[in-house]
């Protein structure tokens, strides 16, 4: 599981572009849409969702990535 830091909330397609889940805005918003991503084990479909530090990002087939503060990464 790799590690990305965030200082805020985040909006999940943003932190699938951040974590490289993702290389655009619109990949992300298919990985999305197509049922991929869960957030804590729960499928996701909204991709405005907020990530906290804490939150695990799932994404099938490429991976899984923590959010975690800064100071943690």
């Known amino acids: 599981m790799h590690s990305i830091a965030v200082s805020t909330s985040i909006k999940l397609n943003q932190f699938l572009k951040l974590s490289n889940a993702a290389g655009s805005g619109g990949q992300g918003k298919m990985l999305v849409q197509t049922g991929r ?4 084990g729960t499928v996701v479909y909204h991709r405005g969702k907020n990530i906290l530090p804490g939150d695990i990002v799932s994404v099938e087939g490429i991976g899984a990535y923590k959010a975690v503060a800064p100071e943690e990464a």
Do not use: E
């Not at 991503?37 to 804590?40: A, G, K």
């Open 37 to 40: 991503v869960s957030v804590n």
